[in-house]
């Protein structure tokens, strides 16, 4: 009886709390599938879970615009702008304070994380269950890895039960330290209770199954670890292969791969982002050249999966250059390719193709103990990313030693790049050197990773590939602060930070960013 109070209390809790951020979030962290004869944990534990799932890539479609398609995939290479209204945008290097802070404060991201993650705590405490914390865990792991790669030092550790940042800022080294420690303690959990399950209902990734969670685990550890490679190569390699030889395994088939299917009869949020706007210009958000270029030149057939063919005659998918002056474009925008997804798809997370990609990476670069060889595993996520969009022909892509990135002529007129992107090809050689067998693998998982944008900048940012089209002359408004070839390093602290956490702040600048708080700074892992 007294379990059922305090799981009543808790439920009241998640209820008021979600209903004072937005006004449907009920909807979003409500069951829709299940009948309504749940126990208050089973409920409780359901919703605070959705609430978790939802700020690994938010539910919230304004935060998800923010951070996913004005942000990671412009600056990753997928996404362009495509608003003719827009005069100061991350993509020009000269967003406004309310463009830039999302990630740090949007109460969609870290108060809505903190405030499920203490709820599930206290339902796994009162349950003497401790999988379903573990697995909070790992979402916040994979939530706050992004916030991170965002700013670089962030608070982190010292946040407390309330989610309010106002705290000292750890070094990125020490935010990744704690990553490494908490899904350590994740994975000893879930691999000691492999055989526990979650009631379907509290769990829209993996429907409870705890297995599929610790593969989660260990390949979002595997990711971290290769992502620091280059600043701390020793953490590096003890933590990559202690992933990879962890017990309960990696991702590695498609059927593992870590989406939050939660959208049944909500829109997936970055399917209604894009399409803001689509009757006057077919969006906000178009397809961008870097990664249309690369996919026609490649002959790639995930082209259908991911773009929707353009209006203009001289070829079937054409991308809109990045970083521009978009005032210029207003009549054109509605001719370049525009993404391709359903309302009901899922939001992915992280896909198998990834993790082959991660440990030939670690192989062909690093020299870790991934397990097997590096070609083996290049071709794997080649194979394995054809299969989870449905495309044929992999076999064939992966032999073609010829084929290279196409130019990009932009049917407007306008913005057409006369430079040679690259000459990678796709076919493995075993006898390249190192800085071709890593250009040749980041391109490879870059086009695998559609549409994680924000993965796709941290490559960039990491190992400066793919090679990307550099920011037109006049799309680049940062002032000479960030370079035109290399794009933004980072986004700036909030303006709300100087005003309510200033000398942790100031503190940060100073001695974790050496003074620069803008975007040509690099983060402490872009060290290459």
């Given at each position: 009886m007294k379990r059922n109070i305090i799981n009543k209390l808790i439920l009241s809790s998640l209820f008021w709390g979600f209903m004072s951020c937005t006004g449907n979030y009920m909807d979003i962290n409500s069951?829709?599938?299940e009948p309504d004869d749940l126990s208050p944990d089973d409920y409780a534990l359901g919703s605070a879970m959705s609430g978790m799932a939802s700020t690994v890539i938010a539910s919230d479609v304004n935060t998800a615009q923010f951070t996913d398609c004005l942000l990671g995939g412009p600056l990753g290479g997928y996404f362009a702008d495509s608003n003719s209204g827009w005069s100061n945008t991350i993509s020009n290097f000269d967003a406004k304070n309310d463009w830039t802070r999302v990630f740090l404060i949007s109460d969609k991201i870290i108060a809505t994380l903190y405030s499920n993650l203490n709820a599930i705590k206290i339902v796994s405490d009162n349950t003497h269950n401790p999988v379903p914390y573990a697995i909070a865990q790992i979402m916040k792991v994979a939530a706050?890895?992004?916030?991170?790669?965002?700013?670089?030092?962030?608070?982190?550790?010292?946040?407390?039960?309330?989610?309010?940042?106002t705290t000292p800022y750890d070094s990125q080294e020490e935010v990744y330290n704690k990553f490494f420690e908490e899904l350590d303690g994740a994975i000893a959990v879930l691999t000691e209770n492999r055989n526990a399950a979650l009631v379907a209902s509290a769990d829209f990734v993996y429907s409870g199954n705890v297995q599929k969670w610790c593969k989660f685990a260990n390949s979002l550890k595997l990711r971290l670890a290769i992502r620091i490679a280059y600043a701390n190569p020793s953490k590096a390699k003890e933590m990559a292969e202690s992933a990879v030889k962890q017990e309960m395994g990696l991702i590695e088939s498609n059927e593992d791969n870590a989406k939050w299917n939660y959208f049944g009869t909500l829109p997936n949020p970055i399917y209604t982002a894009v399409r803001y706007n689509e009757e006057k210009t077919g969006g906000d958000t178009h397809a961008a050249a870097d990664i249309i270029c690369y996919m026609n030149g490649y002959d790639d057939n995930r082209r259908a999966s991911y773009f929707e063919k353009s209006k203009w005659e001289e070829q079937a998918y054409v991308g809109l250059r990045r970083s521009i002056n978009?005032?210029?474009?207003?009549?054109?925008f509605s001719n370049y390719s525009?993404?391709?997804m359903k309302s009901s798809d899922p939001v992915l997370w992280?896909?198998?193709?990834?993790v082959a990609f991660l440990r030939a990476e670690g192989k062909a670069?690093?020299?870790?103990d991934m397990g097997g060889e590096?070609?083996?595993?290049?071709?794997?996520?080649?194979?394995?990313?054809?299969?989870?969009?449905?495309?044929?022909?992999?076999?064939?892509y992966m032999e073609d030693a010829i084929s290279k990135p196409a130019t990009y002529k932009d049917p407007s007129g306008v913005y057409t790049y006369e430079g040679t992107l690259s000459e990678i090809t796709v076919k493995w050689d075993e006898a390249a050197t190192p800085a071709e067998k890593q250009e040749r693998i980041i391109t490879q998982k870059w086009i695998a990773n559609w549409p994680l944008g924000n993965e796709a900048w941290a490559d960039y940012r990491r190992t400066g590939y793919p090679k990307m089209i550099p920011a037109a002359a006049d799309g680049n408004r940062s002032g000479g602060v960030v370079d035109s070839n290399k794009g933004a390093r980072r986004m700036p602290y909030p303006s709300e930070e100087y005003t309510n956490n200033t000398e942790n702040v100031q503190y940060a600048v100073q001695n974790y960013l050496k003074g620069a708080d803008n975007m040509g700074t690099d983060v402490w892992w872009a060290r290459k």
């Open positions: 069951n829709p599938y706050m890895s992004r916030v991170t790669d965002a700013y670089g030092a962030i608070p982190y550790s010292k946040i407390g039960e309330d989610g309010k940042i978009l005032a210029k474009m207003g009549d054109y525009t993404i391709k992280m896909n198998a193709a990834e670069i690093f020299n870790f590096a070609g083996n595993f290049y071709n794997q996520g080649i194979r394995l990313s054809f299969e989870q969009w449905g495309a044929a022909g992999a076999d064939n």
